[in-house]
């Protein structure tokens, strides 16, 4: 069986006055049905670009998406017409954005965006409609949900206006959910309930594309987590192994940079330098210019070395004999995997 | 001895108006009875989620609002009623970085500018020396002084959250108040920021007073934290202790949410 999505060799640029930005650049990856994927990165790494490109939700020009192929249970959507796209966005690809004051009207009810949602695909008379729409703001745990239809945007804070995102996007059941920074702009208590909502409600055999920069969030949520730097996917693995044992040196420094009660009194292992610019991506690995244990041989572009089991690296080092048993050794090991409660002795320890 | 800054059931009122007069029909209680001290070197962590009172907190302590009644003292004095001089060395004396570099940072005015425009208001550097006075203070934040003469847009996130960093210590501060200063920044940047501020802690003897959400950032610096909730302080403790065996239900509830892969 096909997986529920597949991309190949995703590339997404954008026009601009400086030049064209590179934002995804080269990235193949699938989905499969009940997997919840994270896609984790920091800011300009591509990961947005990437989650919007699958719905082609970027403006385009200036965005520019090319693609081997982006499949959805196997169908390839570029052999779709505009029409059969519009057919699948909504109804078989929920999209939740970052910032639901943005993304929800502020000239319409929320009620009337809800039942607009609903009618979209599906001939439903609007009393009908209304009464699910109410059934949603139920469920997404809005209280009194007969007031909040007749609500404006403005009148919800932003958890509550997350929810109406949340029930917008799932009003159809969809079968890919993709989700660009769902609880970013939300306080930690409103996110715990907003991600809780999210694993509650999604239909079991569905598959979640979460993009978020936060290393917590993924670790509550993901089961596999893909790690992007500069356009391009660095690390894959299954969301405990990638904790317990990161094997790029970028994954590595990103939680060894983690503050946390571990950190306690000693120095955090930042990454020198900065983020390159997606205008000019530097030659061979992107990383190498910040890497500690860059070698002569990064200059040329490393491949994806399978290093486990459902466990992919972009590092020579996972090719050179014990060189991922070092990689491993550099690693801050959290020996735990999360969900356990105690901070792990082993994080404790110095790093290499 | 008294502590560094004590706050005395401190109260922040922001007025509601209505109608065309603009008559004041009540109150929003930002801050309502906040009481917390600050030792000489010590790191406070103050954390809240949106709302709950701990920005307008870190203002009234910048004097940029008017408190409604209660006490600032610094050293025991307090510091409302200071005047002139008295008033200028607690301006010096309490410093900010604010959350977000690219707001904070007057885009048309160079690094120098930016660096020791409060140097030359506090007659802490002249004309003639200024230049030298902040080549030292990049240096202390880990620039170079060949950017002395860029403007703002000429930098990334973190590199003007350290000029923010410079600027605010170019006065000689006490206390820095940092408010949600490296929450805007990518985790890799955001180590970067919080190792040069424990170095600075221990170069200058600073004390920090730290507003953040971020728990993994208090638990990572703060000596002491402080749990605010709709302009109260709910519970305050050494953070080890407050950490391992939360007293009030609400900061149970904030360590309950926090998602961290090292739980």
């Known amino acids: ?352 | 001895m008294p502590p560094l800054l004590e706050i005395r059931d401190l109260r922040t009122y922001y007025p509601i108006r209505r109608g065309v007069l603009a008559r004041t029909v009540g109150a929003v209680r930002a801050v309502d009875g906040v009481s917390l001290a600050v030792e000489a070197g010590e790191a406070v962590g103050l954390v809240g989620e949106s709302g709950c009172g701990k920005t307008t907190l870190a203002r009234t302590i910048l004097r940029l609002e008017t408190p409604h009644s209660g006490e600032i003292r610094l050293d025991g004095v307090d510091v409302a009623t200071l005047r002139g001089a008295a008033l200028k060395a607690y301006r010096r004396a309490v410093q900010v970085v604010f959350q977000d570099p690219f707001a904070s940072l007057n885009p048309r005015h160079t690094v120098l500018d930016l660096v020791t425009e409060g140097m030359l208001a506090h007659g802490l550097a002249t004309p003639a020396n200024r230049r030298e006075a902040a080549a030292r203070l990049l240096d202390d934040v880990g620039l170079s002084a060949d950017l002395l003469d860029r403007y703002p847009h000429a930098f990334s996130g973190g590199q003007r959250q350290r000029i923010a960093i410079a600027r605010a210590l170019a006065l000689g501060p006490r206390l820095l108040i940092c408010d949600e200063a490296v929450s805007a920044l990518d985790l890799s940047v955001r180590a970067q920021i919080l190792n040069l501020l424990a170095d600075l802690r221990e170069k200058h003897g600073l004390a920090y007073l730290f507003i953040t959400h971020d728990l993994g950032v208090v638990q990572h610096l703060a000596d002491r934290i402080v749990v605010m909730r709709r302009g109260v302080v709910v519970e305050s403790g050494p953070a080890e202790q407050v950490m391992a065996r939360p007293a009030h239900p609400y900061t149970r509830e904030l360590l309950a949410a926090a998602a961290t892969p090292f739980h």
């Open chain 1, 1 to 352: 069986m096909p997986p529920l999505l597949e991309i190949d060799d995703l590339r997404v640029g954008f026009a601009t006055d400086a030049g064209e930005i590179r934002a995804v650049d080269g990235v193949s990856l699938a989905l499969q049905r009940g997997e919840v994927l994270g896609l984790v990165g920091e800011s300009g790494c591509g990961k947005s670009a990437l989650a919007l490109a699958v719905p082609r939700l970027l403006p385009m020009p200036p965005a520019r998406i090319e693609a081997a192929a982006i499949r959805l249970d196997g169908v390839d959507l570029a052999t779709l017409s505009d029409h059969g796209r519009r057919g699948l966005r909504g109804r078989r690809i929920g999209v939740i954005f970052q910032e639901p004051m943005t993304a929800l009207s502020p000239l319409h009810r929320i009620g009337d965006q809800l039942v607009e949602a609903i009618r979209l695909h599906r001939r439903l008379p609007r009393r009908e409609a209304r009464g699910e729409a109410l059934d949603w703001l139920a469920r997404v745990g809005i209280a009194d949900p007969v007031q909040r239809l007749r609500a404006w945007p403005h009148e919800l804070s932003g958890g509550m206006q997350q929810r109406v995102m949340i029930a917008m996007a799932l009003v159809h059941d969809p079968d890919l959910i993709i989700a660009d920074e769902p609880t970013t702009a939300l306080d930690v208590t409103t996110q715990a309930q907003v991600l809780e909502l999210m694993r509650r409600l999604r239909r079991g055999n569905s598959g979640l594309l979460l993009i978020t920069h936060d290393m917590g969030v993924i670790a509550v949520m993901a089961t596999r987590v893909a790690v992007m730097y500069a356009g391009q996917i660095v690390e894959t693995a299954p969301s405990r192994e990638l904790f317990a044992r990161p094997g790029h040196p970028y994954t590595q420094a990103l939680l060894a940079a983690l503050p946390s009660a571990a950190t306690r009194g000693r120095r955090l292992q930042a990454i020198p330098g900065q983020v390159p610019s997606p205008l000019a991506w530097p030659t061979g690995c992107r990383f190498r210019d910040r890497c500690s244990r860059a070698m002569p041989r990064c200059a040329a572009p490393p491949p994806l070395y399978t290093w486990g089991d459902g466990h992919e690296v972009r590092c020579f080092l996972a090719e050179m004999p014990g060189g991922a048993g070092d990689a491993r050794g550099a690693s801050r090991p959290p020996a735990e995997a999360p969900g356990s409660n105690e901070p792990s002795p082993a994080a404790a320890a110095p790093p290499g």
